[in-house]
């Protein structure tokens, strides 16, 4: 718990945006015991894993990241691009769970 010491919890609510509900996520959930959160892009690792301890009261095993670039889209003849987004792959230690269907 000595990772909660160096971040003001103020910053640890801002790290964590949402948990990804998707096919991709549920199965790597499955299969490695991991979750998958949406988390603010100037977020690290060590803020990850201290946001996910301090909320959801479990022990964080290892975190891994990926910045996902957003897609190009067109609407007519103008073109756009969608926001680039990052995602956290927190790995819990054995024994751990996160439910998010449990109220608050």
């Known amino acids: 718990m000595s990772t909660l010491v ?3 919890e103020e910053r640890l609510l801002k790290v964590l945006l949402a ?3 998707s096919e991709k996520a549920t199965m790597v959930a499955e299969k490695n015991e991991q979750v998958v959160f949406r988390v603010s892009p100037d977020a690290t690792k060590p803020e990850i894993k201290a946001a996910v301890e301090m909320l959801f009261k479990v022990q964080v095993e290892s975190v891994q990241v990926a910045n996902r670039q957003g897609k190009q889209k ?3 003849r103008f073109t756009g691009r969608r926001n ?3 995602r ?3 790995c819990l230690k054995p024994g751990q ?3 998010f269907t449990e109220e608050a």
Do not use: C, D, M, Q
């Open 19 to 21: 948990p990804v509900i």
């Open 97 to 99: 769970e996160i439910n």
């Open 74 to 76: 067109r609407s007519g």
């Open 6 to 8: 160096k971040f003001s």
């Open 88 to 90: 956290a792959f927190v």
């Open 84 to 86: 680039h987004t990052k």
